[in-house]
């Protein structure tokens, strides 16, 4: 009994090694990012990660972007839709298997150009 528990234990253990390295994609690619809220018409982001080229809208959404020049591997993005609801934008980057991108909600509004509280938006990245 005592050999097949440890058999087992070995098993799951080296399983879960090979599932470790395995970091998924990498290389130049894009990330999506997604930006919801209440009739959100804009917001401004402040993206931190290595390796990012740009960033470019999707659908509607138009996007704005300068890197920030005292801060490293910081840039500032506004990303505007006529629409409202979900901003869609990519993020080019050198590694798809990148660390973060850590993002910020600077300041956004919605489509009647009223201040939304950063509070109340959600920022993702998918892979």
Do not use: W
Not at 27 to 44: A, H, K
């Amino acid at each position: 009994m005592m050999v097949r528990r440890t058999l087992s234990m070995m098993t799951a253990l080296t399983l879960l090694a090979v599932a470790a390295c395995d970091s998924g994609p990498s290389g130049p690619g894009s990330l999506i990012g997604r930006v919801t809220g209440d009739m959100l018409g804009g917001v401004v982001l402040e993206v931190v990660g290595p390796g990012i080229r740009s960033f470019e809208g999707r659908g509607d959404t138009q996007a704005y972007s300068a890197q920030v020049a005292d801060k490293v591997n910081t840039h500032r993005v506004l990303l505007i839709t006529r629409l409202g609801g979900e901003i869609q934008f990519e993020i080019l980057v050198d590694d798809v298997g990148m660390e973060g991108p850590v993002m910020t909600v600077v300041s956004a509004a919605g489509t009647d150009n009223v201040t939304q509280m950063a509070a109340s938006i959600d920022v993702r990245v998918e892979r």
